[in-house]
């Protein structure tokens, strides 16, 4: 089960913070703090994968952005949450048209809401790209009119 997904830029700041388990503000602040430092002082050659408190964390960097998931140690197949990063990014980019760090701050709800469709309550439950992004367009489609 993914217990949290965050996205952090190369300065250390999150950009996007899903937990699907309750931590408290501190907590989290504690956490996310050492995650990042640990992500960002590893070199490209290391493993993506690493435990830390009790977490399996999985992360990989696309451009100038972070994307962490921290899991049960029980999860078995790291390869298949990389891939679904990987997805995740696919689709956020199929959304943004070329995906960048403002983009998902300023249209911090959009990327919340990309992010819900496709993880519920800390499951994979979509990973097509059209599936995923229907709803959005629909939303877009009524603000427009």
Do not use: W
Not at 18 to 34: A, D, H, I, N, P
Not at 48 to 53: A, G
Not at 96 to 117: G, Q
């Amino acid at each position: 089960m993914i217990n949290f997904i965050l996205m952090v830029n190369k300065q250390g700041q999150t950009r996007l913070a899903q937990y699907f388990q309750f931590l408290s503000v501190k907590e989290r602040m504690t956490l996310e703090g050492e995650l990042i430092r640990k992500c960002l002082s590893r070199s490209e050659t290391q493993c993506s994968f690493l435990e830390h408190r009790g977490y399996k964390i999985i992360y990989r960097r696309y451009a100038s952005l972070y994307f962490i998931i921290g899991m049960d140690l029980e999860e078995e197949n790291e390869m298949a949450y990389l891939e679904f990063i990987h997805n995740l990014v696919e689709t956020l980019d199929k959304y943004f048209e070329n995906v960048c760090e403002l983009d998902i701050m300023f249209n911090i709800e959009k990327a919340h809401y990309i992010l819900e469709e496709m993880v519920m309550n800390g499951q994979i439950v979509e990973t097509n790209k059209t599936q995923v992004l229907a709803p959005i367009h629909v939303l877009d489609k009524a603000k427009d009119e």
